[in-house]
Each structure stands twice: as structure tokens, then as C-alpha cells.
């Protein structure tokens, strides 16, 4: 079966369920990560390559999409901040969105010749991992109430060869709080309403863990008022609160810390939502 039969019947498969420009893009994902074809010279070769095509790869991925399964799971891994990272549903799926947070931290602390950094609610290990590989010389930890989501956390740090400290702990109960000081505490806690989950894609509720996404509607800021507390106390002085935020709450996030006695901003991200706080002691 040449390329182009195998994506003619990949996008015959999926309709209904995508739209053609997103089956396509489904169909070339699948190309690249599971038969490890570089897509550019592919298109270059006029859509031939001499690696053989195997068809039954491909055919699993598009029963699992078929299933409603989310492609990163099939796939096994993503990409982030120019690392490889696992993923399942242990743990969030890394957003474009955190990526953007990371190299944020990275560009706004890049001359820093020591860092010390703990991330909150670290999932995959993504925030975590991505500073240990910007900045060789920090030390840096990560705590998640999720033992599951912790093992694929050290299962990335291993796969990229990078030396952080992961600890179990829940950040909203202070006898938990994990021991240390830092000049960076970076967050994506979980921010959306319960009652915001009616909008959500079916494949973010059903294949993600619920306890990463979803806050009490009474309670909203719940995880960003824990960190300040946590800031609090273990901030060094001179160090930064780096957060992904909720971005109808932006203006709520930003005044907490505000309120809180830090310097603190709104940043937008590339989408022009609002994203990101940044608190400054």
C-alpha cells in the first residue's frame, strides 16, 4: 500500500468525526512519530520515501482515534521545549500553552547563574524537566498529589537524562508541603470550573485525569492561593511565582498576588488570551 492509498483511507475513516484539514493533519502526525518519517524530506521527495509502510501501525492509530482516543496517547510521547516526554493518563497531556510558560521562565531567567526551583503539580514533568535542561546548573524539584503521574514524571527525567527531585505531596495541605527554599516556584495547577467541563472536548474529559483540570466553581483560586501561602514562607527573597492561569480569571490571579504585598503581572499568550501571572516578591 503506497502513502497515498493509506491516507486516502485515513481520511475516508475519519470523516464524520474531523474535518478533512484535521484528519490530514492527524494522518501526517502518525507518519512522522510511529513510522519516523521527516515529513519535509518527504514532501520534498514528492511524497515518496523508500522506508517501508507498515500499514498495520497505522491501522491501530486510526482505530484508536476511531475509539476517540486522544492521538498524543497513541503516539506514547510528545513534544516539548526540545524535549521527548511520555504521556498517558496518568497525567496532562503538555498544552502548547505550558511550553510557552517554560520558555518564558527560561528567557526571564537565563543569566541567572544558580537557580533553585520547585514546580507545582508537576503531571508529566514537563515545567520541571524543561527548566532542568535550560538551566544545567539548577537544582530543581517538583511535587504532585498523583503517585501515577509522578512515576511517568521520573520515567521522563530518566528518557532525557535530566536530574530532578520529584516528591508526592498535595500543595493545599500545609503539614505536606515539601521542605526547601526557592528563587522559582512554577505552576500549571488545575484552574477550570466544575461547571466549565460541559465545554470541554469529550477527549480531555474521558481520557485525563480530573483531579489536573477541575476546581470547585466556590472556589476557583483555590491551588493559586496555596502557593502564595507556599510563596509565603520558601520564596527566596528576590525569587518569582511563574503560573498558567484560567484566562477568564486573569485579572482575579493577577490581584491575589497583588493583595498578597507582590509585584505581579498579566501576560498574554500567543493566542492573546490572558495566560500567565507573574509574581515578583
Known sequence: MTISDLQSKFIEKLEGLYTKEEAERLFFIGLEDLLDINLS???????????????????????????????????????????????????????????????????????????????????????????????????????????????????????????????EADILDKNKWPSGNWDLIVSNPPYIGESESVEMDDLVKEHEPHTALFVPDNDLLVFYQAIMELANERLNAGGKVYLEINQKLGEATRELFANGGYKSRLIKDLSGNDRFVVAER
Open 41 to 167: 524530506q518527504y514532501r520534498v521527495g514528492q511524497n515518496h520515501t523508500t522506508k517501508e509502510i507498515d500499514a498495520k501501525r497505522m491501522g491501530d492509530y486510526l482505530q484508536g482515534l476511531l475509539e476517540g482516543r486522544p492521538y498524543q496517547h497513541l503516539i506514547g510521547e510528545v513534544h516539548f521545549a526540545n524535549l521527548k516526554l511520555k504521556v498517558g493518563p496518568e497525567a496532562l497531556i503538555p498544552r502548547p500553552e505550558t511550553e510557552e510558560l517554560a520558555y518564558l521562565i527560561k528567557e526571564e531567567n537565563d543569566t541567572v547563574a544558580q537557580l533553585s526551583i520547585l514546580d507545582v503539580g508537576t503531571g508529566t514533568g514537563c515545567l520541571a524537566l524543561a527548566c532542568a535542561n535550560f538551566f544545567k546548573m539548577a537544582k530543581v524539584e517538583a511535587v504532585d498529589i498523583s503517585n501515577e503521574a509522578l512515576g511517568l514524571a521520573t520515567a521522563n527525567a530518566m528518557q532525557n537524562l535530566l536530574n530532578v527531585k520529584f516528591w
